[in-house]
């Protein structure tokens, strides 16, 4: 490694001249350098070799763009007023060499480590190891997303240096306001461009991308013919109204035929229910039309009335609607709406307001009618959400009381950290229980569980109505948010959950990152892990709204029952 300053020279300057490493800012390179050995830490998901390269690439150019911010100020106004360190250009030196060298030792010690690091989650996970070999291509994929990422930057710079030149010669702009009105106009039209091209539900790319995955079939869903379908012959619910998501939903699950079967008495055709994003104009006609759907399967006569809430595409999990139709044997009905046809992480980014739209005015609506029926003769009325839909449905509720009063029980499965009921009943949980498995109020209406084992040893009186969240210790959705950037999170200074490495540690805006990425391959690891919680999904069940009489050996024949059909193609 070679140090030498920019422009060559050897007298002593006045200011420090600038030092780089093979044509890059030193102390960019030097932090750089830590935010790759921080980021091959282990994080939340296990990773590929090549997927954990891109993420220390991309990790790596933002600390270096940090380095450079930081290094700044310091060459200009404090390193001037250090005339010792001037003159004495050794000792500067020396200490440029003894920091290189520790960088460089502390980003190959990581490199080494990594495999090891990512094999201590696998085996939390059961996930087949990998080997270090593997791991030290790592560092090549790295550096070539961190050249890429860094030429791009540069010729963005020098775009921004082109306009403050045209802005001062052609239209006779300042130049000291020029070099400030350039990057203002690049980075509106930046945030403008993702905005409103790469994100936006109502922008043409993003139609033309999910538009016609929206308007597919999955293979071996077909129009159902039982009129308890939305979208059967009987349904003012159109098929093709029904949206990808909301076709595989109504053509789920088990019929009466299979019901009789697993449980061993006459069943009821499951009702399910559904409006897609173009069944109509607005979500008010949208709810209309699930309170019509409703009235027409006389679902209001069923034991059981689930309202759901969705994710971005409009998915409800196989698992959990499965899982009730099977507790209650038909005996039940589910109602749900698509607000999106966006995958959830985009979704989460520009349709959170549509989410949570969507579930106030359904589950209002339902719950308004639900209401003026006399008292007995009601069905138990009961919220689910998953991920982004349990955001959707919690947000029909301005706080615990409330849900608490206006239904006979709830399930949220993996919900996102920024979940507003969720983050106030986690904040005010009993003092001394962790985060990542809080006790709130001794456990007497709200509930959470990370795995059938911790579900089943809480004690204590858990009065109706029952609130249970679902959440993995490993779960990225459950523990990304902002704060991650600045600040270690409680689930990180306590003790790991059960599937969280115990090497893991917090680094600022690093941690930030890992976590982010691990939310794209949430779903890779085994059921039980990550964002999959369809092993777990029955027993929420049967905890927060089971039938009397109903024995755990019940709800292990449901799961055996979910997981073979989990397992068909």
Do not use: C
Request: no cysteine; proline share 7%; charged share 20%.
């Amino acid at each position: 490694m070679t140090l030498h300053s920019a422009d060559g020279a050897t007298a002593e300057p006045q200011n420090p001249p600038r030092v780089t490493v093979l044509g890059l800012d030193f102390a960019g390179l030097v932090v750089a350098l830590l935010f790759f050995a921080w980021s091959l830490s282990p994080s939340l998901i296990p990773r590929e070799w090549y997927y954990q390269g891109s993420v220390s690439g991309v990790t790596s150019i933002i600390g270096y763009g940090i380095g450079v911010l930081l290094a700044f100020p310091a060459r200009r106004w404090i390193a001037p007023r250090l005339t010792w360190w001037h003159r004495r250009h050794t000792v500067r030196v020396v200490a440029q060499i003894a920091v290189a060298i520790v960088t460089v030792t502390t980003v190959a010690g990581s490199l080494f480590a990594a495999a090891d690091w990512q094999n201590e989650v696998r085996a939390l996970m059961g996930i087949e190891q990998t080997t270090g070999f593997a791991y030290l291509r790592t560092g090549l994929v790295s550096v070539a997303v961190f050249v890429a990422v860094l030429f791009l930057a540069r010729g963005v710079r020098r775009l921004g240096r082109g306009l403050a030149e045209f802005l001062a010669s052609r239209l006779r702009v300042p130049v000291a306001a020029a070099g400030i009105l350039a990057p203002a106009i690049l980075a509106v039209a930046a945030v403008v461009f993702v905005d409103q091209v790469l994100l936006a539900s109502s922008s043409t790319a993003a139609r033309v991308v999910f538009a016609d995955d929206n308007n597919s079939t999955d293979p071996g869903v077909s129009r159902p013919q039982e009129p308890e379908r939305s979208g059967s012959p009987a349904s003012a619910s159109s098929w093709e109204g029904l949206g990808r998501q909301g076709r595989t939903f109504v053509d789920g699950g088990m019929r009466t035929g299979e019901l009789t079967a697993l449980n061993g008495a006459p069943a009821l055709e499951p009702i399910r229910v559904y409006a897609g994003l173009d069944a109509a104009g607005t979500t008010g006609e949208q709810v209309q039309l699930i309170l019509d759907e409703l009235d027409r399967t006389e679902a209001w006569d069923r034991e059981i009335l689930v309202v759901a809430g969705t994710t971005g595409t409009g998915w409800v999990n196989p698992a959990a609607a499965d899982s009730i139709e099977m507790i209650y044997n038909g005996n039940s009905a589910i109602a749900a709406i698509q607000y999106s046809f966006l995958p959830s992480w985009i979704s989460f980014l520009v349709d959170g307001s549509a989410a949570q739209a969507a579930g106030d005015e359904l589950i209002s609506g339902v719950h308004e009618r639900w209401s003026q029926l006399p008292e007995g003769q009601r069905p138990k009325l009961v919220v689910y959400g998953e991920s982004l839909g349990s955001q959707s449905a919690e947000a029909a509720f301005d706080d615990l009381s409330e849900l608490r009063r206006d239904v006979d029980g709830a399930l949220f499965v993996g919900p996102p950290n920024s979940n507003l009921l969720w983050r106030t009943i986690i904040d005010d949980r009993d003092a001394g229980s962790p985060e990542v498995l809080p006790v709130h109020e001794d456990g007497r209406g709200v509930r959470f569980a990370t795995d059938v084992h911790t579900l089943g040893s809480q004690q204590g009186p858990w009065d109706a109505p029952r609130i249970l969240y679902l959440q993995h210790a490993s779960d990225p959705v459950v523990w990304w948010g902002p704060r991650l950037l600045i600040e270690r999170p409680a689930w990180l200074s306590e003790p790991p959950g059960q599937d969280r490495s115990p090497s893991m540690r917090w680094y600022p805006i690093v941690t930030f990152w890992q976590v982010a990425a691990d939310i794209m391959v949430g779903t890779l690891p085994p059921v039980g892990h990550g964002h999959n919680y369809e092993d777990l999904i029955p027993y929420g069940w049967a905890a927060v709204t089971a039938p009397a009489e109903w024995t755990l050996a019940d709800t292990q024949r449901v799961a055996e029952a979910v997981a073979r059909m989990g397992d068909e193609p």
